[in-house]
């Protein structure tokens, strides 16, 4: 049997250390040491252990006055080494700074991960007040403009995949959380090549989305934001002419894109 299929290199203690920082989110950025044992199962001296290894490589911290453990700085240091690794974002970005100028608006880059949109950076306009980076940012793809863009781009089978493990949680009002009304979305956004989120996952917000693809791999997708009454009707087409425009050079780059993996992981 061939051994990477096998998966006989496989080093359980590294998994089991990568999926106990997958715990730290922007959601729940902090944990105890019993909370993570309640949350995963293991064993109390086992985590232990592992949770003081981690912050001897200053991939964790611990506050001694709570007990609460959040990620350490030696994650940021790699995040800027891992966006650095990411050429095509330098590349994008003079792009959306010049859409962002003409609209006035937020310009979003997202690409594909696991079944999830992840962003990979934003241009901001000057009089935004932006409370932190975007960058690392995951949603779900069901409520997001970018998101159903690049649904749009797959198969009927493969987006029940992914919202078979996702799910379809609500957001607000009008977060669409039926299958069959998702799959009625991506069949107008096939027919005009642009998806629109109307609040579905924050109120008050209103996006122009459109997927960035090479052949038949689906690359990312780019979005105008900004609010359901700056956003008026008769701007949509023209800003989706604006992204289509762009998405079409960005499509000639793939070798700079990274390779995320569309579907999500089954474990």
């Not at 310009?107 to 962003?119: A, Q, S």
Request: net charge neutral; aromatic share 8%; proline share 4%.
């Amino acid at each position: 049997m061939d051994k990477h299929n096998s998966e006989t290199w496989k080093i359980n203690v590294v998994i089991k250390a990568a999926s106990i920082l997958k715990y730290f989110t922007g959601k729940k950025p902090q944990w105890t040491l019993t909370q993570l044992v309640q949350e995963t199962k293991m064993p109390k001296s086992t985590l232990s252990n592992m949770l003081k290894t981690l912050e001897y490589c200053d991939i964790l911290e611990k506050d001694e006055s709570n007990q609460f453990y959040r990620l350490g700085m030696e994650i940021l240091e790699m995040s800027y080494g891992a966006r650095m690794g990411l050429p095509i974002i330098e590349y994008a970005m003079h792009f959306l700074d010049e859409i962002q100028q003409k609209t006035g608006e937020i310009v979003y880059f997202t690409v594909p991960r696991h079944g999830k949109v992840l962003y990979l950076d934003a241009s901001y306009p000057a009089n935004k007040n932006v409370l932190y980076s975007i960058t690392g940012k995951t949603l779900n793809m069901h409520c997001t403009g970018v998101g159903k863009a690049m649904l749009s781009k797959l198969s009927e089978h493969e987006i029940k995949q992914i919202i078979d493990y996702h799910g379809m949680e609500r957001f607000t009002p009008t977060t669409i959380t039926n299958f069959e009304d998702l799959m009625k979305e991506i069949k107008q956004i096939r027919e005009c090549g642009y998806a629109i989120d109307r609040s579905e996952e924050a109120h008050g917000v209103k996006c122009v989305a459109v997927p960035i693809v090479n052949g038949d791999r689906v690359l990312g997708a780019i979005s105008i934001s900004g609010s359901i009454i700056s956003i008026k009707d008769e701007m949509i087409l023209d800003y989706a002419q604006m992204l289509i425009s762009v998405a079409n050079i960005l499509a000639q780059k793939p070798e700079m894109f990274p390779n995320c993996p569309m579907l999500p992981k089954i474990e």
